[in-house]
């Protein structure tokens, strides 16, 4: 113990920890009947830690190539001891990560958490999201097989449409004009070094702004008087509960991993025809969907283009959502904030449902 | 100024000069000296199917090689005079022995391909063709109707009417209408028979050269159809095993003594169809059924063959699927996929041994290789269950994830 | 009493954080451990004892996913060769009464550096590098 407060002091004397220490211990966590939702974002934090531990595992046998990719996954799930483990967690810690993160989003909208002075942890948050749904699209080819071959065919002739510099962007994204091994090591380095390296920094100020600016409290407890406020302490407390969230949702994680392994598919054939039924990950799936509905032509306009311009703007509209916010008066019986969430909602899941129906 | 033009001009002139120069002499010189050649093509009076790439010509053999007279001069009436060796066009009756003239002598010939045939023309006079062109029939084929006269070039070399791929092709030009061959009385339906066979689908749509063309089973110059005892050596010039199984089988003598051909008689001929299983059985399809009826010995022994065969096969299928089923799910399929290889490898010898017409052969290759598919079916299942041991280690680690997150409620209901 | 539980408590949690710790670590570890055949691609493998194999024959072995035949010559060289054949995919095997690489399939035949020389083959085996070190038998493949 003794030499425990001496490193303790000695870290103390030249980094000044004990005003840190002070602000950790006097954190508290409002208690109400909408904690629940503040663990998402931890649970969101935790499969981001998963996925980058097992990322760098897979790193070691991993070799990106067209004709090197798929026979080293094959390896790491066939020869590496719990490669198979490894992988098939890699892949369901991505898809949970995203679905944990639409969560977080949608309660933070729903509780208007994103109200001043919150307004750029929102912006970071949804740019957080994006970046994800990027990682799960880079990451989608990696192992080079006849699904993720054409999935990220269709994805990216979706770039192409953008008007201007949309084919310019298109042999950016593939390394060519068609998707071969160029695109492949292009993800590669994309999923390994370019997104985890902006994910760091943005998740670094996500948090840093939730520290500094604590939890926010939803609109109909703010006028409560101050001894009315339910608190829990932040550490252990919360923090605790956190821990036992996370290794619930570990256990769930390997439970998934276990009994529902990912499938390996079979190797990308870049000459063969592409197979029915094609599907991109469900997280673009309503996106995907919605672009099949869109006529050919609107005007005098590709029905592809608007559906991606829409989209667009549609998204640049939800990550400024703090900044021109519709805020409901007393008395006004509908909130068009909520019409305008539980629209959007219903619209993805819908959409969703119907894309893996047809 | 001026004259500093005027030499770039000269210059560019002599620079096109050269170029000119190069490209003729790219060009076979026969077309520069030979004045058989030049006149020729002057008066435009060159024959039909003249190809420049003509062997003969490309070896510098000009017209005056085979037709005589004066290449050197430009006279028309000294270059084709009788007196200086102008023989002109042979009739059809003379070109085997007008060619024969350099290719019946190995002292010409050896010159050019030293290992080259002779025997061609004494070849071709054992062929129908030949005995009839003897017998003063003016239409049947002499050299020139298969080699061209003009544009007679290697039968390695693609273009030419002799490469295995255009051998079909060239045959079919008599053989196949109706009209030319009326008087011969044999039917005119071999070519539309082979391209839908194995080995014209193989040879005409795949391009693979190894399957037969016409002249590997009739031969070249001497051909002829092959004999009651060829065709079984023919065809077991490839498929040796199928033969030697034949030969020693009880059908070889049974086949003999009624006169039947051994292949062609299940297989056809110009027509041979890809085999089944179902050709040995006594089902619609079957080949036995033809001379075998119940009770008698060869139908209860198709029936076994067949038995055999079919349980093989969808042993093998089973396997074929699991080993599908492991690669997608990305376990490990390379024994299942030596075992199932060795499976197929068994499966090739077991159709092949359907040729001793013996079932207990057959049975047990058969079962050989049942055992190889069924080996490839339990590792496969070794696999699945491998994949069902991870559950076990999952249970452990559930333990004590289960005991640290009570442990942790616990600890978080006594804080509060 | 309740000092005792809660000791007992931090006990259990103290464990089963250590046996979590420990099923966590022991996957990571056993997976850094590299395994017996360290390459996803297979470059070279061992096809066995030089001096136990026979002189005029050859074997079929596993290189990779591909068989490979390898033939002692009776002079007592080695030489290995793709163990496919090239006209429709059957193994090829080594005739000691021929001397040669034969495919009993067409019949079709292949001389002792794989080049094809009768029957319908239309190319050569594609040949592996064989490389005999302290009586063991080392099969690689031919840099391109």
């Known amino acids: 113990m003794k030499t425990g407060s001496k490193i303790f002091q000695w870290l103390d004397e030249r980094f000044e920890l004990t005003p840190v220490i002070e602000f950790m211990s006097k954190k508290k966590v409002p208690l109400h009947n909408h904690t629940i939702w503040y663990y998402m974002g931890g649970v969101t934090l935790f499969l981001f830690i998963v996925q980058v531990a097992t990322g760098i595992l897979l790193l070691l046998y991993y070799r990106p190539g067209s004709d090197s990719a798929y026979e080293s996954i094959r390896f790491i799930l066939t020869k590496v001891n719990f490669g198979w483990l490894i992988r098939s967690i890699h892949s369901w810690s991505a898809n949970l990560m995203i679905f944990f993160a639409f969560i977080h989003m949608f309660s933070t909208f729903f509780t208007r958490a994103y109200q001043k002075p919150r307004e ?165 799936m309503f996106m995907f969907q919605t672009l099949k509905y869109l006529p050919a032509h609107i005007l005098v306009f590709e029905g592809e283009m608007i559906g991606v311009l829409a989209f667009t703007v549609a998204g640049i509209a939800w990550m400024l959502v703090p900044f021109w916010e519709v805020k409901s008066r007393k008395g006004m019986k509908k909130n068009v904030m909520m019409i305008t969430g539980v629209a959007a909602l219903t619209f993805i899941i819908v959409i969703t449902i119907i894309g893996y129906l047809s | ?170 045959c079919k030009t008599c053989h196949s209408d109706p009209e030319y061959m009326k008087e011969y009385d044999i039917p005119t339906d071999q070519f539309e028979n082979f391209t839908v066979s194995v080995h014209g689908t193989a040879l005409l749509d795949n391009k693979d050269t190894g399957s037969p063309a016409c002249n590997d089973c009739h031969g070249n110059h001497g051909a002829t159809p092959p004999g009651l005892e060829s065709v079984s050596h023919i065809c077991g010039t490839c498929h040796a095993n199928n033969l030697n199984y034949f030969s020693s089988s009880p059908m070889e003598k049974a086949f003999r003594e009624m006169e039947i051909h051994a292949c062609e008689q299940c297989h056809g001929y110009h027509e041979v169809i890809p085999t089944s299983d179902e050709m040995i059985s006594v089902g619609e399809k079957s080949v036995c059924t033809t001379c075998h009826s119940e009770g008698d010995v060869g139908y209860t022994a198709a029936v076994e063959i067949h038995k055999d065969l079919t349980d093989f096969v969808q042993k093998y299928n089973e396997a074929e699927k699991k080993l599908q089923e492991i690669k997608k799910k990305g376990m490990d399929d390379v024994d299942i996929l030596f075992a199932l290889q060795e499976a197929n490898q068994t499966l090739i010898h077991t159709r092949t041994l359907v040729h001793t017409f013996d079932p207990l052969q057959v049975e047990e290759k058969a079962e050989e290789g049942k055992e190889k598919a069924i080996e490839a079916i339990n590792l496969a299942r070794q696999e699945i269950e491998d994949f069902y041991i991870r559950r076990y280690g999952f249970g452990f680690a559930t333990i004590f994830i289960t005991i640290f997150v009570v442990a942790l409620y616990f600890k978080v209901r006594s804080l509060d | 009493m309740k000092t005792s539980r809660r000791k007992f408590l931090n006990i259990a949690l103290g464990t089963s954080f250590f046996g979590w710790i420990v099923s966590v670590i022991y996957p990571i570890f056993t997976y850094l451990k590299p395994p017996k055949i360290p390459e996803a691609v297979v470059n070279s493998i061992k096809a066995g004892t030089a001096s136990d194999f026979p002189a005029n024959s050859g074997k079929i072995v596993k290189f990779g996913r591909v068989p490979v035949l390898v033939i002692k010559t009776v002079e007592g060289n080695f030489r290995a060769f793709a163990g496919t054949c090239t006209h429709l995919d059957c193994i090829v095997q080594y005739r000691d009464d021929l001397k040669q690489i034969w495919c009993a399939c067409h019949n079709g035949l292949y001389d002792l550096r794989g080049i094809n020389v009768s029957g319908p083959p239309p190319r050569p085996l594609e040949e592996f590098a064989v490389d005999v070190q302290n009586d063991e038998i080392f099969i690689t493949k031919k840099l391109s």
């Open chain 2, 1 to 170: 100024m001026k004259s500093f033009l005027i030499i770039i001009w000269i210059i560019a002139a002599m620079l096109m000069l050269i170029s000119t120069r190069s490209a003729a002499q790219d060009k076979n010189p026969v077309f520069e000296t030979d004045d058989c050649i030049i006149c020729h093509i002057q008066i435009e009076m060159m024959p039909a199917d003249f190809h420049q790439n003509d062997i003969h010509l490309q070896e510098g053999l000009s017209c005056a090689g085979c037709h005589g007279g004066d290449p050197s001069t430009d006279d028309p009436e000294l270059a084709m005079d009788r007196e200086r060796g102008f023989v002109g066009v042979p009739s059809r009756q003379e070109t085997p022995e007008f060619c024969g003239k350099c290719h019946s002598s190995i002292e010409v010939m050896r010159k050019f391909r030293p290992r080259i045939a002779t025997d061609q023309v004494e070849q071709y006079f054992t062929s129908i063709h030949g005995q009839k062109l003897k017998q003063g029939d003016k239409k049947v084929a002499e050299c020139v109707a298969c080699h061209t006269a003009h544009s007679i070039m290697s039968a390695n070399d693609g273009r030419a009417s002799t490469h295995p791929l255009n051998v079909p092709g060239t």
């Open chain 1, 120 to 284: 750029l942890t929102w912006v970071t948050g949804f740019i957080l999201l994006v970046l994800g749904m990027a990682f799960g699209f880079s990451g989608y080819l990696l192992p080079w097989n006849e699904l993720a071959f054409f999935a990220t065919k269709v994805g990216t002739d979706i770039v192409g449409v953008i008007p201007f510099v949309g084919s310019f962007l298109l042999e950016l994204l593939r390394g060519g004009e068609d998707v071969t091994g160029a695109t492949l090591t292009r993800f590669y380095g994309i999923h390994v070094a370019v997104l985890p390296a902006i994910f760091t920094v943005l998740v670094a100020l996500h948090l840093l702004f939730v520290q500094r600016q604590g939890m926010s409290v939803p609109e109909n407890l703010k006028d409560l008087p101050e001894e009315k406020m339910r608190e829990m302490p932040f550490f252990p407390h919360f923090f605790l509960r956190d821990a036992l969230l996370w290794m619930v949702v570990l256990n769930v994680l390997l439970f998934l991993a276990v009994f529902y392994p990912w499938d390996l598919g079979f190797k990308a054939d870049t000459f063969a025809p592409a197979p029915a039924g094609i599907k991109p990950e469900w997280y673009f």
